[in-house]
């Protein structure tokens, strides 16, 4: 193993570009130190996008860098300032209250910012201490790493840093800091703030900074600031496009949560459906139920235009901010949704009916309640035809789902007659369809296992649910357990915003 003071050293030289904004824009300040970190989790994969030593974990010093207790050379800590609406009401100034960013690296897999999450009290902490607890730390970084290898645009995750400095929230709880990373992590709220204060020249070297960092395309169009907008509307149409497809629930999608780069950001009180139910609430905090599974797409496009209110000062009229998002939006979501759900349908070719066979397919799911990554799984491995004598044997993985059988079996048939209108050999359907539905998703129950014995020092099944997750879409027999219907004593977990 390298000396560690060598590992430094082979970092390539950070690019701190949100610093080169006016201060206006963030605080410069160090993060708080953590006593005595230890390492609880990490992922290679985001390491070796950051281009950072294999062996680096192995080292002391990497707990204590990724602490905040110990700066990265030409890091240059920050918190910045953003507002925004949170459960549709205007909230005001709001900002990095428990994040730094400590800058970004440049390398042949582009740029990637670095943001320490949990790392102490910012100006932008209103009261609160500034901690983030092991909980919700293991949370976020194992549903970052999840949704990423499920192919959802995202935020990603390095490790998790533990400490027993002890934390109160509902009860003491122990700290921890998750390390975030991302190209940016510029959000909808980061230009409402600006607007919301008449600041339009601070509203336009946003706008000015994500092009020439992000978006150089745009800085080519006609109309640069429209072309940002919609590139926005149509990334976030995508990404919700994604959760959908795979039943992703966010949980808490207020504005400045909302990432300006299409990316899930900040996974608090999210949740993966399990039976069906399409005004599941995943939050426990969200009580008139703003944020369930079926108004995510229709929240988004709510917060899109709030956003392109904020662009106002660039596109002078609210008829042409609020074009970009209704021309962009709506039909990115609904192409992207269509095709992703033709996959995990295994309908080779689309078909003009094939927006109603899906809508009448969540019908189905709605009425009867199966679990749906179960639901959509079990179907890859079905044939496109059945005798009707060997029906009830073959059919049996996916009918076992339902209580009314007879019921599943009037939609496989209207399921198998969609698949005859576009013929496809089932051993190639079948493989399509197994990389497009997941064996395995971040069950509440699965985190729950593992938070449990992390909190009791045990960290080996934080490493373990990773590594399951890394490869959601294989079958990993040795992993067959975290593919299973929620335990009993399961039933009862929450989330709320505190997760």
């Known amino acids: 193993m390298n000396a560690p003071e060598n590992l430094l050293n082979d970092l390539p030289a950070f690019d701190n570009s949100f610093a080169a904004l006016p201060e206006a824009f963030y605080t410069r300040l160090a993060p708080q130190p953590l006593p005595d970190p230890y390492l609880v989790g990490y992922s290679p994969e985001v390491a070796a996008l950051l281009g950072l030593p294999a062996d680096w974990p192995n080292s002391p010093q990497f707990a204590e860098i990724f602490a905040g ?33 400590l800058g970004g ?63 109160r929230r509902e009860s003491i709880e122990t700290a921890a800091v998750v390390t975030r990373v991302a190209p940016g992590f510029v959000r909808f709220g980061s230009f409402e703030h600006w607007a919301s204060r008449d600041k339009h020249d601070e509203v336009r070297q946003l706008a000015d900074y994500v092009i020439d960092t992000f978006r150089p395309q745009c800085r080519t169009a006609a109309h640069p600031y429209d072309a940002l907008l919609r590139d926005v509307a149509a990334r976030t149409g995508e990404m919700v496009a994604h959760w959908m497809a795979v039943g992703f629930m966010h949980g808490v999608m207020n504005t400045d949560n909302m ?67 209704d021309e962009t939006y709506g039909e990115a979501f609904e192409t992207h949704f269509e095709r992703l759900l033709r996959g995990k349908l295994g309908l080779r070719t689309a078909l003009p009916d094939d927006e109603a066979f899906i809508g009448e397919t969540f019908g189905f799911l709605q009425q009867h309640r199966p679990d749906f990554t179960l639901f959509f799984r079990t179907l890859s491995c079905l044939p496109a035809a059945v005798d009707r004598e060997n029906r009830a044997k073959t059919d049996a993985p996916l009918r076992d789902l339902f209580v009314d059988r007879a019921a599943c079996d009037g939609w496989l048939d209207n399921w198998r007659a969609r698949l005859a209108q576009t013929p496809w050999p089932d051993a190639e359907r079948q493989t399509a369809m197994l990389a497009a539905n997941p064996k395995y998703v971040l069950r509440n129950w699965l985190a729950e296992q593992a938070i449990r014995q992390a909190q009791a020092g045990d960290f080996s099944e934080v490493e373990r649910l990773r ?33």
Not at 76 to 85: D, I
Not at 123 to 145: K, M, N, Q, T
Not at 146 to 165: E, F, H, I, S
């Open 467 to 499: 590594r399951c997750l890394s490869q959601p879409y294989a079958e990993q027999p040795e992993f067959a357990a975290y593919a299973a219907l929620p335990p009993d004593w399961a039933r009862g977990l929450e989330v709320s915003c505190s997760s």
């Open 69 to 101: 207790n110990q700066l990265l050379p030409g890091s240059a800590p920050l918190a910045a300032v953003y507002s925004g609406h949170q459960f549709g009401v205007w909230a005001g100034q709001l900002g990095d209250g428990r994040a730094h960013l």
């Open 259 to 325: 990432s300006i780069l299409g990316l899930t950001l900040d996974y608090g009180p999210f949740g993966f459906m399990e039976a069906f139910d399409a005004g599941h609430i995943c939050n426990h905090s969200d009580t008139y139920g703003r944020y369930t599974y079926r108004n995510q797409p229709h929240v988004a496009q709510w917060n899109l235009y709030c956003l392109a209110d904020a662009f106002l000062p660039l596109l002078k009229r609210p008829e042409i901010s609020r074009a970009a998002i």
């Open 105 to 167: 690296l440049r390398n042949d897999s582009g740029h990637w910012e670095i943001q320490l999450k949990g790392a102490g009290r910012t100006p932008y902490s209103r009261g609160a201490d500034g901690r983030a607890v092991l909980r919700s730390s293991i949370r976020e970084f194992l549903c970052s790493e999840a949704m990423a290898a499920l192919g959802v645009p995202t935020t990603r995750a390095l490790c998790v840093v533990g400490a027993d400095l002890p934390v």
